[in-house]
């Protein structure tokens, strides 16, 4: 940290004067900041470094990076508060207390991971990879109808902070929610969130994964059901929630 905390010195010459260094991510893009994922150069599991929040990347035993797309943040998804208080400089990021609420729509991560675990699987046993959906064949190509629901989203992408594969994650690391923070915008299909888990101590959460979400219709003519996903999200009820 001591040698980044150098780099984050010379960074924020560049950023908005305003503009905050929250233990390795920037207050003013935190949204998009927060969609960190692990890298694929680690050979097992290993802990988090409890010193930093899970929501930093701090936190990661492993090289972590961020998808060289941009990512635009959703309109009903806001950072209601921060606070964060460290030893000695905020660039050095040893924290005392680190939290972030957010107000955001939430979806339940179970029954998203698990569709995608069994479809994962059932394509294993019968050497059929056509399809990255499990709700592929409801939607043959080419599709032009438009969706009205969001009942067919599913995980198009899952890092599992632990280290783990999406087909080796328990039962129990699969409960949570998904927090939607952005889209993707070189595609428009991706809805990108991070994976939480509640605390059994406190009604705070813990980051645990990272996911980009598609519809299996979203590809129709002139990418329109792509935005129609983004409008179904946009209206999505949402609820105040903490990160430590």
Known sequence: MAALSWLAKQMQSLR?????????????TLLSDLLWTQGWSYTAPNSRISRYPSWSWASSPYQVEWSRDLNIPLKCTQVEATKVTTRGPSHMADC??????LKAPLLDATPLLTATQAHIAASRVSGDYESSSP??????DPYDAFITNLDHLYV?????????Y????????????????AT????LLDLNAIHVQK???SDC????GLASLRHPAARNKYLKNASTVRWLIEDLPTQSITLI
């Open 135 to 140: 709700f592929g064949h409801l939607y043959p």
């Open 96 to 101: 005392i207390e680190a939290t972030i609420t």
């Open 199 to 201: 605390e059994q101590s």
């Open 156 to 164: 198009h992408y899952y890092s599992s902070d632990s280290g783990s």
């Open 16 to 28: 908005p004067p305003e503009d905050r260094y929250l233990v390795g991510l920037w207050e003013k």
């Open 205 to 208: 959460y813990r980051r645990v």
């Open 184 to 187: 993707s915008n070189r595609s």
């Open 166 to 181: 999406i087909t080796d994650i328990t039962p129990a690391e699969t409960s949570g929610c998904f927090i939607l923070l």
